[in-house]
């Protein structure tokens, strides 16, 4: 009698629980989405991982809350999705998942309507939704509201947010046009990082609210980064008027002369050095390239895996020069001694190989070979340098 009695109880406590939870669907995602515009309601989607604790903990303790789950239940489709399973893989790409939980909020085209991060309590995950549950977002298209002017204040800032990353360019417009109709002469620390991300130059629109609002933005910003920020906007302005083009050069002496006082003359350097080396290598000057590489790593130990492998990486590919490739070899012989894997491994392989050491270049071309096996990469160029006699 004791069993059934127990029995019973775990029943009724197992109903309990479904029905204060939230519902998710466990349909095909078009069909959720085909749901939505039936419904005239949004998607909320709980992006999750099977491994992520936070993303176990949103599933006992908020999707439960009766008030989170009535809400959800009542106004949203929802959809609870592994983003490495299935076509899990395939929306993961799509809307940029890169952490767990991700909570994403969608019209009936799928786009982007709200967006959030991370475990978060039942009263903050009932505010989200309720800040979300926007039903003329329904079956609209948020670009198109924007550029027809139909977004208020709240709403530009969420567009900026959501397509920051999207679409920057846009984001940046609409960034402009928040701050231009911004009344209120305090700043908080979310609008602050939003004009900090689209003042680009001290030719923008945002500049101008920059420096108009200095005694509201220090009040978050120190005085020291906001110096060092509008310092750094004014150098870049200096830098662009001494880039030349149509000859894909940059005048040294102008920088050094014209910003001398905005930074140390040591960070200057550095900083036009960074800017030289981006430069070159996007208007295809490998020569300029590989001589400010050489001297800007001259000193290996100060910079970091990646930025030695890239320039290695590039020089390999480009250059010809003995000297050169055996200095970039150095370079990618370091970072192989911390961190193995494929890029680091073919890299100096194919250095060695260009240098003509052939023993050195079959044994880490083999190395990447099986890196590749692993990481799921292209073995082609690897697999020609072990089949050269």
Same mark, same amino acid.
């Given at each position: ?21 939230? @519902? ?28 992520? #604790? ?12 009766? $008030? ?6 009542? $106004?949203?489709?929802? !959809? ?25 909020? +969608?019209?009936?085209? #799928? ?20 800040? $979300? ?8 298209? +948020?670009?198109?509201?924007?550029? @027809? ?16 990353? @999207? ?64 310092? *750094? ?13 149509? &000859? ?16 140390? @003359? ?47 990486? &590039? ?26 894997? *494929?890029?680091? &491994?073919?890299?100096? !392989? ?40």
């Amino acid at each position: 009698m004791k069993k059934i009695s127990l029995l019973l109880i775990l029943i009724i406590s197992q109903q309990a629980f479904s029905q204060h939870s939230i @519902k998710f669907e466990e349909s095909s995602f078009a069909s959720i989405l085909a749901k939505a515009k039936a419904e005239k309601k949004l998607v909320f989607m709980d992006a999750y991982a099977s491994w992520c #604790g936070p993303c176990k903990l949103m599933e006992k303790n908020v999707f439960t809350d009766k $008030n989170v789950a009535d809400f959800y239940n009542k $106004n949203f489709v929802n !959809a609870r999705i592994d983003m490495e399973k299935g076509e899990g893989r395939d929306l993961a790409i799509k809307y940029g998942v890169r952490s767990y939980p991700t909570f994403l909020f +969608l019209n009936g085209e #799928g786009d982007v309507v709200g967006k959030e991060l991370g475990y978060i309590q039942s009263k903050e995950f009932l505010e989200l939704g309720e800040k $979300n549950n926007n039903p003329q977002l329904v079956n609209t298209n +948020l670009a198109e509201e924007f550029l @027809k002017g139909k977004l208020d204040q709240d709403g530009l800032l969420n567009f900026i947010k959501l397509y920051a990353s @999207k679409d920057p360019i846009l984001a940046k417009k609409a960034s402009e046009k928040y701050f231009t109709n911004k009344e209120d002469k305090s700043f908080s620390g979310e609008e602050i990082n939003v004009l900090l991300s689209f003042t680009q130059s001290v030719d923008d629109d945002n500049y101008k609210i920059f420096i108009a609002n200095k005694a509201a933005i220090t009040e978050f910003l120190p005085e020291k980064n906001y110096t060092q920020f509008n310092n *750094y906007l004014k150098l870049m302005k200096i830098v662009s008027e001494a880039t030349d083009d149509k &000859t894909k050069t940059i005048d040294d002496a102008k920088v050094l002369k014209e910003g001398e006082g905005l930074f140390p @003359k040591d960070e200057l350097t550095k900083s036009l050095s960074v800017y030289k080396l981006n430069y070159y290598s996007a208007h295809d000057n490998f020569p300029a390239y590989e001589k400010t590489a050489l001297e800007h790593y001259k000193n290996p130990e100060e910079f970091n895996s990646s930025e030695l492998l890239a320039a290695a990486s &590039t020089i390999g590919e480009k250059s010809s020069d003995p000297k050169s490739l055996q200095i970039a070899a150095r370079w990618a012989e370091k970072v192989v001694m911390s961190s193995e894997n *494929y890029d680091s &491994t073919s890299i100096l !392989a194919t250095l060695y190989d260009k240098l003509g050491k052939k023993e050195e270049a079959k044994m880490f071309a083999g190395m990447a070979a099986n890196f590749a096996k692993e990481e799921n990469k292209d073995a082609t160029k690897m697999i020609e340098i072990l089949n050269k006699k």
